[in-house]
Structure formats: structure tokens, C-alpha cells
């Protein structure tokens, strides 16, 4: 009877925890966050962002896990995509032009030590301009799952 | 003074760990052009440890590999918790190392000390269990954390392997065996939208609580299958609040109860966590209604 109770509460976890994530979309560029409309608000819309994106390039440069990835290019161009980037995930009013994550990446030599410190520089960046840890996660939920077509080794 | 001596002991223990790892961490920032560097996981995603030594909560270890290391690190963690209800005490030190991310091994002792009990057992004051664990730990499917539009958790299976020293009066007592092997496996999923982790594990044991009271009885020596389960809201990124529960099997003659713990885990840097629970630990031996608190502290990298 143990044993049964055991199995059964394992199953129904594993069941349940795939119940909640099947809402979840694999996209290379982000889902947009749709069914949250104050999301965008809390990273303070387009000028937030573009504040966002400016502390988290510092950071990036300073950090000599990041800074490889992000001194020798087009720094301004990579923040613009980015804000537009975050800004479509968020529900604002922008269109993700830029470049597809997988191409850009193919040969940047990211480890799995480069990408969770760029995640940390980017909590970083939202942390000193106010973004709620809840709002922070749900942004970092859609990027998390990019690390596939990011990281090459 | 025994009981100093020891804790003096693990005090060192837990120092020597911190100075080490700290020593391993600067030089890894030291030696950028090595390539060799440390704690790359992210903050509190390598879990606390458990009374077991195992990485996870504090009652159960999770699907996750201990330390900081990412799969191209190695990451190492010491630490000593303190469990104290009414009429007992648990003190448990140890260590674990996570290698590549992957591999899990670990080593606790635990001290399970009876205080007055002992006296009115007729064993003395202060009567102490002495529990050995060696374990292990590996990741066999999935990323608790990375993997946010997948339905897979982070998979892990393991054993702990538990000596107790007081094999004599176990068997006195109609209990079979004073070494017993747990086998686990392990679920961890971290739902970072909803900023909530989830674990579930189902343990197969012979072991009557957790081991300090030997494996199996005389007439029945077979594997029980348990289930143990995690949750935590992550409230910042350094500091986290959750309960868990522990299904334990009873097959002595004095009860055995479930456990129940809430807790706050604060990891002010990589290199430190503090864990605080209260626990409900129920009947243990003679005395009912066992409750009180669990402090653990970690130090690694």
C-alpha cells in the first residue's frame, strides 16, 4: 500500500508539474507575455528599457565572464535589439526585427559559466532600476529556455 | 565536554571549508587566462543540504547536484545543522562534492543525542546515536532550472549508504540491522515564472527514523517506498521560503510519525546559506508531539 501511495504521488507531481508548464511555447525570439498586461509597465516601459540595457552593457563589460562575448562588437546595435526584443516579450507596443538567437550564436563559444553570468548581470541591471523580482522571473521564463541556441559548448 | 569537543571539531571542519573555497574562488578570479573557473550556478539553484548530507532541502534531497559548479566546474559545499525539539537533539556535519554538474558525492555524520531520555531509558543521560552516511547522487534526465517551456523536471537517482554505531542495543531493542542503504529518486522542477519550486522524491528504506534507530525489525526486513516533497517561493533572488514533508515508515513498537518543516533560506552569497525551519517531528521513542527548530548553515562554492 506504501509503495502504491509513493508511486502515485511521484506520478501525480510529475503529471501536475507538466500540466503547469504545457502552457509554455518553445520559441527561439521569446513568447509575448500576452496574458500579463502590467508586465511592460513594471520595467517601465520603452525608457526603462532602454535604461535596463544601458547598465546591464556596463555590467557585461565589466564582467570578464561576459566581457568576451560583448567588447570587440556593435554594442548600441545589440542594446536597440534587445530593448526591442524585451520590449515585444513584454507586451509593448515593439516588433522584434533583429537577428534569429541561433545564427548570431553559431560560433560564439558560450559555455554554460557565460550564459548564467550574463543572467546574473541582467538581475543586476533590473534590480538597480526597480524591476519586482516576480516580474524579473517571468521575463527570465521566457529567456531561460534560448540558452539551447545560445550556448555552443 | 565530549559534546564541545565535537562541535569544536566541526566548527574547524566548517572554516577550513570556508577558507578553502573562498582560497578556490579567488584564485579562479586570479586566473581568468587558466580557464579554470567556479559558481557558476545560479543563486540558491544548487539547493540547501539535507539531514542527510545530500543537496536539496532541508528533510530531502532534491534532483539537484550540490555546489555551484555548472557542467564544465567542479563545486563543493560543508555543513552543520542543528535540530533541537523538546526532549532531543540532531547534530549533523558533513560535506559534498558536485562534479560537472552531474555527480553528487557526499559524506554526513549525524549525532543523535537522547539528552534526559537516555536516563529515563535507562542508558544514561546524554545517550548518543553516532549515524555515518556516504552518498551519491546523479542527474539522469533534464534542468530544474534552464528548462522553462519544457514539462520535464531535473531527474536525479541516488543512495545513501547509513552506518550506526550501536548495533548492540538496536538488536537488544528486536531491530535487524544497524547499516541499511536508502535508494532515492528525485524530481525538482523550478517554475521561475511563478517564482516556485517543487520537488518530489520517493525513497525506498528499510531504515526506522531515518536510520538512528538501526533497519528493518527482526520480523521484517523489507524495503518500504516513501514519498518526500519540496516547495519553495522564491521571494528575492538570495532568499527563499517553503514547507516540506517527509513520509517515514512506522513498523516499530513506538510510533513513528511523518515530518513536517517550514522554512527561510537566506544565501547572502554564493559562498554562504542560512536555512531556519521549524519542524514537526511527532512521536520519536518515548516522547509525543516532538517539535522545534533546524538551523542549518552552508558554506561552499
Redesign the interface.
Known amino acids: 500500500m506504501?509503495?502504491k501511495?509513493?508511486?502515485l504521488?511521484?506520478a501525480l507531481?510529475?503529471v501536475l508539474?507538466?500540466?503547469?508548464?504545457?502552457t509554455?511555447?518553445?520559441?527561439q525570439e521569446g513568447v509575448k507575455l500576452t496574458d500579463d498586461a502590467g508586465i511592460y509597465k513594471e520595467f517601465g516601459e520603452k525608457s526603462g528599457l532602454v535604461k535596463i540595457m544601458d547598465d546591464f552593457m556596463v555590467n557585461l563589460l565589466k564582467d570578464?565572464?561576459t566581457k568576451p562575448s560583448f567588447e570587440n562588437v556593435d554594442q548600441n546595435r545589440i542594446k536597440e535589439q534587445l530593448v526591442d526584443q524585451f520590449c515585444f516579450i513584454l507586451n509593448g507596443p515593439c516588433e522584434y526585427k533583429g537577428a534569429k538567437m541561433k545564427p548570431i550564436h553559431a560560433n560564439s563559444g558560450i559555455?554554460?559559466?557565460n550564459f548564467?553570468?550574463l543572467?546574473?548581470q541582467l538581475?543586476f541591471a533590473m534590480d538597480k532600476n526597480n524591476v519586482p523580482?516576480?516580474a524579473q522571473?517571468?521575463l527570465?521564463?521566457?529567456l531561460?529556455?534560448m540558452?539551447r541556441d545560445i550556448i555552443t559548448k | 565536554m565530549q559534546m564541545f569537543q565535537g562541535r569544536a571539531k566541526m566548527a574547524t571542519a566548517i572554516l577550513l571549508a570556508a577558507i578553502l573555497s573562498g582560497g578556490l574562488t579567488s584564485t579562479a578570479?586570479n586566473a581568468?587566462t587558466s580557464d579554470f573557473?567556479t559558481s557558476?550556478?545560479?543563486?540558491l539553484t544548487g539547493g540547501i543540504t539535507n539531514i542527510e548530507g545530500s543537496a536539496g532541502g532541508g528533510l530531502t534531497p532534491w534532483a539537484v547536484i550540490g555546489g555551484y559548479g555548472?557542467?564544465?566546474?567542479i563545486g563543493a559545499n560543508a555543513f552543520f545543522t542543528n535540530v533541537r525539539s523538546q526532549d532531543y537533539e540532531l547534530r549533523t556535519g558533513g560535506a559534498l562534492v558536485g562534479i560537472y554538474?552531474r555527480v553528487e558525492l557526499s559524506f554526513a555524520q549525524q549525532k543523535f543525542d537522547t539528552r534526559q531520555v537516555g536516563g529515563l531509558l535507562g542508558l544514561g543521560n546524554g545517550y548518543t546515536f553516532t549515524q555515518k552516511i556516504y552518498g551519491a547522487k546523479v542527474k539522469v534526465a533534464g534542468d530544474a532550472?534552464?528548462?522553462?517551456?519544457?514539462?520535464?523536471?531535473q531527474i536525479a537517482v541516488g543512495f545513501q549508504r547509513k552506518e550506526n554505531n550501536r548495533g548492540d542495543l538496536l538488536r537488544a531493542l528486536g531491530i535487524k540491522s544497524d547499516r541499511g542503504t536508502d535508494y532515492t529518486?528525485s524530481?525538482t522542477?523550478l517554475?521561475?515564472?511563478?517564482?516556485v519550486l517543487?520537488n518530489?522524491?520517493?525513497?525506498f528504506t528499510k531504515a526506522n527514523q531515518t536510520g538512528i534507530l538501526g533497519f528493518g525489525t527482526a520480523t521484517r526486513d523489507k524495503y518500504?517506498?516513501?514519498?518526500e516533497?519540496s516547495v519553495a517561493w522564491?521571494?528575492?533572488?538570495d532568499l527563499a521560503v517553503g514547507a516540506e514533508f517527509r513520509?517515514k515508515?512506522d513498523h516499530l513498537p513506538f510510533k513513528e510519525d511523518n515530518w513536517y518543516d517550514v522554512f527561510v533560506a537566506w544565501a547572502p552569497t554564493k559562498n554562504v546559506s542560512v536555512t531556519l525551519a521549524y519542524a514537526n517531528l511527532g512521536n520519536i521513542v518515548i516522547k509525543d508531539k516532538q517539535k522545534g527548530t533546524y538551523l542549518s548553515v552552508q558554506v561552499g562554492f
Not at chain 2, 70 to 73: C, E, K, P
Open positions: 506504501r509503495q501511495l509513493g508511486f504521488a511521484t507531481c510529475i508539474g507538466g500540466a503547469l508548464l504545457s509554455g511555447v518553445h520559441a570578464p565572464r559555455n554554460r559559466e548564467n553570468a543572467v546574473e538581475q523580482f516576480r522571473n517571468k527570465l521564463a521566457v531561460a529556455p540558452h | 578570479v581568468q573557473t557558476s550556478k545560479l543563486l555548472t557542467r564544465d566546474q554538474d532550472v534552464l528548462e522553462q517551456d519544457s514539462w520535464l523536471p529518486v524530481a522542477k517554475f521561475l515564472a511563478q517564482s517543487i518530489g522524491t520517493v525513497r518500504d517506498a516513501v514519498f516533497g522564491l521571494l528575492r533572488k513520509q515508515p
